[in-house]
């Protein structure tokens, strides 16, 4: 199935007041970016054919790409001076790099690369910058079995606040976290099909217009998950998964675990 991921975002939130223009899914985790870590996580499960919707910094994606080094991250051995590589990342990936501008909201980003699609009737779509351990071949089968529109993966929310039940005189009558409330948000793991741009206008958004459409015609399949899921909204999220990385607590390398030690 191809594997469409939302790479042009300004991505506010990650700055640390300097002028970069580095997009989010270029921060890295270990000696690798964010977006090698998504994606490895789809080929894992054997989706190697991805489609990058590009807007901010595209430039950055590219060159990363397109100067790969597969000794960073793969075992080899150095004969003559040359290397031999033991084993590969991308050596089986396919990559289409779309310019979907600078402004673009998800939903017009999508509609901007349906052509590459090939009119397959399923794929798969991820905003680029969230890690997880979910069961893919799960989603995607339950997806399947439903014949909906489209499926989204859905996290308890991730907020550490307490929301606070009071009556009209000031009184609390509880304290909750907000973690332990009956409430889910949007994961950002998409399984969609074809049916979803019938409801994407123009400068459309994704969830906002195609899922929230799909939502009020019983076509929305929700696929609530509580393992490890980490989203990277600000520099500190960023630096906690960096920092687990150098640990080796990688949970969402699903790869790493079936590597056969020496």
């Known amino acids: 199935m191809k594997v469409v991921l939302f790479c042009g975002g ?25 977006i090698w870590h998504v994606m490895r996580y789809y080929a894992h499960f054997g989706h190697t054919e991805f489609i990058l919707c590009l807007g901010y910094g595209a430039h950055h994606i ?12 793969n075992d080899f051995v150095l004969r003559g001076g040359r290397a031999e590589l033991l084993s590969t990342d991308i050596a089986d990936w396919t990559i289409s790099f779309v310019q979907t501008g600078i402004e673009s909201p998800i939903g017009e980003r999508l509609r901007r690369v349906r052509e590459h699609l090939d009119g397959d009737e399923m794929f798969l779509a991820n905003y680029a910058d969230v890690l997880t351990d979910a069961p893919l071949p799960e989603m995607i089968e339950r997806f399947e079995r439903s014949g909906a529109g489209a499926s989204m993966m859905v996290v308890p929310p991730q907020s550490s606040f307490h929301c606070v039940e ?10 909750t976290a907000v973690s332990e ?7 950002g793991y998409f399984v969609l099909r074809q049916d979803v741009f019938d409801h994407i206008p ?14 009020k015609r019983g076509r929305l399949l929700a696929y609530p998950y509580r393992g490890f899921w980490k989203p990277t909204d600000t520099v500190k999220e960023r630096y906690a998964l960096d920092e687990a990385y150098t640990r080796g607590v990688r949970p969402w390398a699903l790869w790493e675990k079936d590597r056969v030690p020496a």
């Open 10 to 34: 300004y991505g506010m939130r990650m700055r640390n007041g300097t002028a970069s223009d580095v997009p989010k899914p270029m921060a890295m985790v270990g000696p690798r970016p964010l």
């Open 62 to 73: 590219k060159d990363f790409f397109l100067n790969y080094s597969e000794t960073t991250s």
């Open 166 to 175: 009071m009556d009209e005189g000031g009184l609390v009558g509880s304290i």
């Open 181 to 187: 409330m009956p409430l889910w948000e949007n994961g």
């Open 202 to 215: 123009e400068n459309g958004d994704l969830v906002a217009d195609g899922c929230a459409e799909l939502a």
